[in-house]
């Protein structure tokens, strides 16, 4: 059954293995210091980024892909003709996709905070960031950060590339929170707005949801009030961080995919699970071997302010929804996994609907399948049409 | 918010305070020594049961009810006249009822490894009660235990009374798993089952659901791989237990019922959750501050149980759904909640579906409202005239 599991995500990882993927490398960005939406401090500021296709020489075809909570800014393309892993949307961007690598200047930037901060394709700043002031990691003591810093640092890397007002701007789930936020935080910059399994303002559900991933890493000794760090690496939080991507895994999916692993109580498990209730399930063993091994490259505090940026977000950080997308001027499309759990449908069509109301051009369409929320990323293909329509009117 | 979120659960506790309830009171059943289904042994085993109505004289009329997870054998009723919080399915057991006990026996009996160890209204026996051979707590020797050891001992219960055979046998949740079991162990002694929000068996994305549970109780070092009780119950793994129960709450619920509470972002909100990722959000201090209130009388060990019971459940402890269901001889009633999150209606429309195809006389309805898998406790009443017109029959 295991290798079954991981055969699927396999594929659903690799759609396309034949396929000659577009060569792509991460770029550095630095600040000397930042100030956050929230009046803090960020000195030597570093993000990664990355690009596909060219940008025209009006520097008008720009479309910035925002990346999701577990992700970064590696949206398409492979890092040498070995790896077999290529960018999250890969299906969408690239020369003739949906998103048209001949036609754009797809740019992505790694947020702040990113969870994978020990990932060698990733730079990011938090709290596992050494603190010039100290020489020391920042820990707890990094200030809070939203998704308009998130905007503010992307739109930073922009304007050192000359781009001062974008295409089009779409991202999944976290980045569709971002592609909102940009829409009404800089509406003159973005005619077009595309969010995917996303929401416009985190609701009480979804704030108590993204909280159950930070209990584990609280609970866990090691992380020990969030000053764990030491040059080895030794003692850190992974119990806690491993509970917590397995919380993410799942809620990240839907029945169905677990479930097409065959008899509900083979008789060897059944078995091993009457001898002893510390025995683990056949399905338990793979959701912890899977989230072991993506934890290795991440960090425990930074899970912890990832979610706080969730849980502020509300658009255009304004103090309603309304308030918030009545700033949006670009022409939006929503795009919902019907058996998403994680950000359900309902967040997305209740942004179209008062956009709707507020006369703005906006659409939705559902992608449908056994994914649930990871039908945003693995099943983006589904919506090729409606993107690429959408990018040509 | 707090407050008003209060008044809601408080609402959905109490639907009739105005109502004049039926006085009941906990008796206990004990045996001298009784063997699980897998083999294990328990001595001295105690467990409680209540009754509502009269047994008739040829003791035909008996109903038994199945309780769910974190329930007891308090299904209907009140302790006293100042006592506040009827039984949970008290709105439809009761004189004239849709389960009436003008005319029938209604019985219910604690389950084994009950998860309230030490409320004064629960009797039971678990991890947390003393081996007679050792004069400790068993902690993690006390056997792996199933429905269908649950469903034996209830078996024992109504020999007692002189009960052969049930009228009827109805629960919700974990109390579905019972009836169903009782239906397909037990099939010349159940004529008819109900199983409301329930499962016919443990597929793989309740497995790990389920397990979820597990994981703060385990991580928690006050657990101490099981072995922590003590008679002044002091250092016990309360945190764990408490992210448990929350983890438990919101999973039963659904966003419509959190998203009740107003404003995405209140300011004040705002200003706590942007000074430090430590603070809580106010669902979250809601969640945690009414799991807090339930764990007093609950134990973590009992939890692990639970869970485990739940994780192995399959009709009839069969190698099959179909083999088990085909051993069904009752006429069934399922009933739905169509927000349910936990046992989503799925599981029952699988049950249903498998039963119309061996020729069961079988029927299935859905309770609609926004509390998820909490309508089949809290909104059963809706579901009175099916379950009074599937008696009558």
């Known amino acids: 059954m295991l290798m079954r599991l991981f055969i699927l995500l396999l594929f659903v990882a690799v759609p396309a293995l034949a396929e000659e993927h577009m060569l792509v490398k991460k770029n550095e960005f630095?600040?000397?210091?930042?100030?956050?939406?929230?009046?803090?401090?960020?000195?030597?500021?570093?993000?990664?980024?990355?690009?596909?296709?060219?940008?025209?020489?009006?520097?008008?075809?720009?479309?910035?892909?925002?990346?999701?909570?577990s992700g970064n800014s590696h949206a398409a393309g492979v890092y040498s003709k070995d790896d077999e892993e290529p960018g999250y949307w890969d299906a969408i961007i690239g020369p003739g996709k949906a998103i048209d690598t001949n036609k754009f200047f797809v740019i992505s930037v790694d947020s702040l905070v990113n969870l994978s901060a020990y990932d060698e394709h990733v730079i990011t700043t938090g709290p596992a960031s050494i603190n010039p002031d100290t020489g020391k990691p920042y820990g707890l003591s990094f200030p809070v950060v939203t998704m308009r810093d998130f905007v503010n640092i992307q739109r930073e890397v922009l304007r050192v590339l000359g781009i001062k007002s974008l295409y089009a701007v779409a991202g999944p789930s976290m980045g569709s929170?971002?592609?909102?936020?940009?829409?009404s935080a800089y509406p003159d910059e973005v005619p077009r707005m595309i969010s995917v399994?996303?929401?416009?303002g985190a609701d009480a559900w979804t704030k108590a949801l993204l909280d159950q991933w930070t209990w584990p890493i609280k609970l866990d000794p090691a992380w020990n009030n969030g000053d764990y760090y030491n040059d080895e690496k030794t003692n850190y939080p992974t119990t806690g961080l491993t509970q917590a991507l397995a919380l993410i895994t799942q809620v990240a999916l839907y029945p169905d995919?677990?479930?097409?692993?065959?008899?509900?109580?083979?008789?060897?498990?059944?078995?091993?699970?009457?001898?002893s209730v510390t025995n683990d399930t056949e399905i338990v063993k793979w959701l912890m071997q899977r989230a072991g091994e993506r934890v290795e490259g991440m960090?425990?505090?930074?899970?912890?302010?990832?979610?706080?940026?969730?849980?502020?977000?509300?658009t255009g950080m304004e103090d309603s929804l309304t308030e918030g997308l009545k700033r949006i001027t670009a022409k939006t499309l929503f795009i919902t996994a019907s058996t998403d759990l994680l950000l359900m449908p309902y967040h997305a069509e209740l942004a179209y609907k008062e956009l709707k109301a507020l006369n703005n051009d906006t659409q939705l369409h559902v992608i449908e399948g056994p994914l649930g929320h990871l039908e945003g990323v693995a099943g983006i293909a589904k919506a090729s049409q409606w993107i690429s329509d959408f990018l040509q009117e």
Chains 1, 2 share one sequence.
């Open 30 to 69: 630095r600040m000397d210091s930042y100030t956050t939406f929230f009046g803090g401090q960020i000195k030597d500021l570093r993000v990664g980024w990355e690009s596909y296709g060219k940008l025209n020489d009006d520097r008008s075809n720009a479309i910035l892909i925002t990346h999701y909570f």
């Open 177 to 183: 929170m971002q592609a909102i936020e940009w829409a």
């Open 197 to 200: 399994i996303g929401s416009a």
């Open 257 to 275: 995919f677990f479930n097409q692993t065959g008899d509900l109580l083979p008789k060897d498990e059944k078995a091993t699970l009457a001898s």
């Open 299 to 314: 960090d425990a505090n930074h899970l912890l302010y990832l979610v706080r940026a969730n849980q502020l977000f509300l």
